[in-house]
């Protein structure tokens, strides 16, 4: 992984020691929750002047020229420095369940897909806003939905704001997905 230089207005860089410590963080948690979840573990990628999250399988060509995939979490800098280290664990986990989900994989097939007639893109995406339901529902079996519900209250209000809900969304609206995850924090509750 290569780390992003940040620059700090603190002369002596307690800002840029406090986000190297995040991600260190962020990779011992991303390696506990790929074996917990019992998926291939992830790499990182860190953007600049970014608020989103994202997992992909990237092709890495080996010398020999065989291609393997390797899956690769993308976090926006802005959700590194808004959220705490439960809730950045609680994103992760539900980016490695589109990776268990084989989510990434299937992206190819979206490209295909894409550039079909509307009902198909219709169906494609009631598929996608779905799949992000039970990415959610998955990943509150390893973190606290709590966690993952504060994480999506915080994305909210972060630009680009963007719900989701519509018929060519592929996400679902975070009311929805908030009301969901609302109710799993409850049974959690109850269940402690």
Known sequence: MRFPRFESSDPKGGHTLWLARKIMQLELDIAELSVSMGVPLAGLTIYRNDWTAAIQAVPQVNRWGGRRWHPTIHLGDGLLTSLTSAELKAVVAH???????GDCV???REMIVAIMPRPISYVHAWFKRRAEMQCDDYATNFVSAYDLACALRKMRTMPPVVDGGGLLCHHPSFDTRLKALDSKTIEQAKIQ
Do not use: F
């Open 95 to 101: 980016e490695l369940s589109h990776l268990k989900r």
């Open 106 to 108: 299937r992206s190819v």
